[in-house]
């Protein structure tokens, strides 16, 4: 069983489209994380979860909405898609805040803007 | 959270230990030393982590150097598996933070 899966895997849209990818994780973590990997293979935060509250939102767009329906599943939102936006995804979980938890991070997101 | 850096690229022999070096000047006393390797086209993958002592698992060692400036990642044989970019950054234990990884090091082993 996958630990953290992410859907869909790949993704291609024209701009100005709104679309979604869904995490789960079967690990029970409390703590949940969204990264953005650019082409230039920097890997940021973009959002964490902690027991479904938002903890951490960086420096993102309004266009980009987290959904944690439950402590399983972070989803992310984007809406009127940008050139920008295209990068990979990557959903991650981890059993605790701060830096004495591990990070276990999902296979990614690709994202390609039209 | 401190900055970290690392070598571009290393290259070692196939079933050689490798020593990656991360430094980490900056470093404070409550922030934590990891390290995640990514393979091409995946998720990043925990490799390991401390905080002042060095430690042991089944993929590797972690050397953290007695002022914390300084640690190394320790892969005793490596394999052509091994082949991936290694990032080291430490993190805070009393943010919420799992900040920006650098660029990493690329390993490559070489049969």
């Known amino acids: 069983d996958t630990a953290v899966s992410q859907t869909p895997k790949y993704l291609v849209t024209q701009m100005g489209n709104d679309k979604s990818i869904k995490c789960e994780q079967n690990?029970?973590?409390?703590?949940m994380y969204w990264y953005k990997q650019d082409s230039k293979k920097f890997l940021k935060i973009m959002f964490s979860y902690n027991n479904k509250e938002l903890i951490i939102n960086e420096t993102v767009p309004n266009r980009f909405s987290p959904k944690s329906p439950d402590k399983a599943h972070l989803n992310l939102h984007i809406n009127s898609l940008e050139l920008g936006d295209s990068a990979v995804y990557f959903c991650a979980s981890s059993p605790r805040t701060g830096g004495s938890g591990e990070l276990f991070f999902g296979e990614g997101s690709r994202l390609t803007v039209l | 959270d401190a900055k970290t850096t690392q070598p571009n690229s290393m290259e070692s022999n196939e079933e050689e230990p490798v020593h990656l070096p991360c430094n980490h000047s900056?470093?404070?006393?409550?922030?934590?030393i990891h390290w995640y390797r990514q393979l091409p086209s995946q998720g990043p993958e925990y490799v390991i982590h401390g905080l002042t002592s060095n430690v042991n698992n089944r993929m590797a060692s972690l050397a953290i150097a007695e002022d914390r400036k300084s640690s190394t990642l320790i892969l005793h044989r490596a394999t052509l598996r091994d082949a991936a970019v290694y990032y080291c950054i430490s993190i805070s234990n009393f943010g919420n933070e799992k900040l920006t990884f650098g660029t990493g090091t690329r390993l490559t082993i070489i049969p």
């Open positions: 900056t470093i404070s006393g409550t922030d934590y």
């Open positions: 690990l029970g973590h409390d703590t």
